[in-house]
């Protein structure tokens, strides 16, 4: 395999080393060791088909969504936001790490493939990161791993959600987080009768989720089902 000069050079002057443990990296490993990479698991019980939180059963909604549905389909979060996978997470969302990108998306992707709903998905679209955090970091986390699930699973991605507010999530409470105004997203025409495929980085209110959903459905979407790389049970880990 031919390697790029100034990476082959990159590669002379700095050693890549894992993102989570610092081990140096050995042939074509990209950001995580393959040790590392293979520690990088889905979640183990079983979770609320409906919001993805775990709960008691795998295929009946949990007590929240029967009480309280929310406005998505389906949702699965496919690991906890612990350990390696947080790693990876930090990695991919704070240090520049976008080659995390890839095993992430296509694990989710072959979680996603087990979903009852996942043959009618049409489209698959990123929550789109505040205005702020984007000029300073480029693509979103969340577009980068949706760029290669959508890649794996076969369908479009496309950016069809916008956020509004300066109001950044990270440093909120839960309260507050529950406050901002409804409203923040607004969707595209473009996604009227599609079944979208939302994705998201770390869940952990679902707030994020419900108001892009309900943005998506506002805008004519048929159907909307979410997918998360990770649930944070304690928003402080954020
Ligand atoms: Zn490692
Ligand atoms: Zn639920």
């Known amino acids: 395999m031919r390697v790029g000069v100034s990476a082959a050079?990159?590669?002379?002057?700095?050693?890549?080393?894992?993102?989570?443990?610092?081990?140096?990296?050995?042939?074509?490993?990209?950001?995580?060791?393959?040790?590392?990479?293979?520690?990088?698991?889905?979640?183990s019980e079983p979770c609320c088909p409906r919001?993805?939180?775990?709960?008691d059963s795998a295929t009946e909604p949990c007590l929240g969504c029967v009480a309280s549905p929310?406005?998505?389909?389906?949702?699965?979060?496919?690991?906890?936001?612990?350990?390696i996978l947080r790693q990876a997470v930090l990695a991919l969302k704070h240090r520049g790490h976008d080659e995390i990108a890839?095993?992430?998306?296509?694990?989710?992707?072959?979680?996603?493939?087990?979903?009852?709903?996942?043959?009618?998905?049409?489209?698959?679209?990123?929550?789109?990161?505040?205005?702020?955090?984007?000029l300073r970091r480029g693509?979103?986390?969340?577009?980068?791993?949706g760029a290669d699930l959508a890649a794996t699973i076969h369908r479009p991605l496309?950016?069809?959600?916008?956020?509004?507010?300066?109001?950044?999530?990270?440093?909120?409470t839960r309260?507050?987080?529950?406050?901002?105004?409804?409203?923040?997203?607004?969707?595209?025409?473009s996604v009227q009768g599609e079944r979208v495929l939302l994705v998201d980085d770390v869940s952990t209110t679902g707030t994020t989720l419900r108001r892009a959903t309900n943005s998506l459905l506002s805008a004519g979407a048929e159907a909307v089902y979410?997918?998360?790389i990770a649930h944070a049970p304690d928003p402080r880990r954020m």
Request: hydrophobic letters at 40%; glycine letters at 12%; aromatic letters at 4%.
């Open 139 to 145: 693509s979103s986390a969340a577009a980068l791993v």
């Open 102 to 134: 890839r095993p992430l998306g296509q694990r989710m992707a072959a979680r996603i493939g087990l979903a009852p709903w996942f043959d009618g998905i049409t489209m698959v679209a990123p929550v789109p990161s505040h205005g702020l955090r984007r």
């Open 226 to 228: 979410c997918i998360a």
């Open 158 to 172: 496309k950016p069809a959600l916008r956020r509004h507010g300066l109001h950044r999530q990270a440093g909120h």
């Open 9 to 43: 050079l990159k590669g002379i002057l700095l050693p890549a080393l894992c993102v989570a443990c610092d081990a140096v990296l050995s042939g074509e490993d990209r950001g995580l060791c393959g040790s590392c990479r293979s520690r990088l698991l889905p979640m």
């Open 51 to 55: 919001c993805g939180v775990p709960a």
């Open 70 to 83: 929310p406005p998505q389909e389906g949702t699965i979060l496919w690991g906890s936001y612990d350990g």
């Open 175 to 189: 309260i507050q987080r529950m406050q901002l105004p409804p409203g923040s997203f607004s969707a595209k025409p």
